[in-house]
């Protein structure tokens, strides 16, 4: 019993090192930006610079990595809710093209799934 829950524990950990370090990936301006986008998600999210670090480095708490999938479907949702302005531009332009549309339908299924991860 107490294996599997540090196997569990240890995949999660596994899990949200990866989730912070695309994070990071993604506000970096260029190579030793790291430290300024860890202190860009400590300002957005609230995860602080040495919750992360320790996430990275070491082990973080499950508080931590649990802020880190939280911060991190956060993300992505937002990144969907642009990609449907530019769909919605997209079928504006198209003219009502087909492919447009289900593009938007599956976008906005997309989205409702993340929120629903957010809010479980």
Known sequence: MR??????MTASVQEA??????????????PGDRENSMRGIEQEFGIGYWQQWQLLYRQ??????????QAYLMQLAKSVRRDMARLEIQAAK???NSDVASLAAEAQDLLERIKAQVEA
């Open 3 to 8: 294996k599997k829950h540090w196997a569990n």
């Open 60 to 69: 973080g708490s499950r508080e931590t990595i649990e802020r880190v999938r």
């Open 17 to 30: 090192k990866v989730y912070l370090r695309e994070m990071i990936q993604r506000r970096s301006r260029g």
């Open 94 to 96: 198209s003219n009502g």
